[in-house]
């Protein structure tokens, strides 16, 4: 059964940082591509950011570009979200998601695209 567990959400005011991590088991890890989505209140669940399998490459959303990385340890089965210089319209649940395939050439941007998902964690950015 594979469990995705995001944790390091909270309280931060704009301008301040924080860093996600998303735990994984019960899959090979290592050989699949992971994504970041946010979902704002009442707008859709958005593309944030995206690694391949083996870290090699990442794409990010336009809106998040500069101030958030996304990053792997393939070792602890964990990808990681740090986000700089938050802003308000940064709040929102965070859900780290498994990609459908493995060892992609790029890691997908669409939602359809990933397998399994995290429960999130909620990001709120305060004036």
């Known amino acids: 059964q594979v469990q995705l567990v995001e944790s390091g959400g909270g309280l931060v005011q704009a301008g301040g940082s924080l860093r996600l991590s998303c735990a994984a088991s019960?899959?090979?890890?290592?050989?699949?591509?992971m994504g970041w989505f946010r979902q704002a209140p009442g707008k859709e669940r958005e593309f944030v950011a995206g690694?391949?399998?083996?870290?090699?490459?990442?794409d990010y959303a336009d809106s998040v570009k500069g101030r958030f990385t996304i990053s792997r340890d393939n070792a602890r089965n964990t990808v990681y979200l740090q986000m700089n210089s938050l802003k308000l319209e940064d709040t929102a649940i965070y859900y780290c998601a498994s990609a459908y395939r493995p060892r992609q050439s790029y890691p997908p941007v669409g939602q359809s695209e990933y397998a399994y998902w995290g429960q999130g964690t909620q990001v709120t950015v305060s004036s």
């Open positions: 019960g899959r090979a890890f290592s050989t699949y591509d």
């Open positions: 690694i391949k399998w083996n870290g090699g490459s990442t």
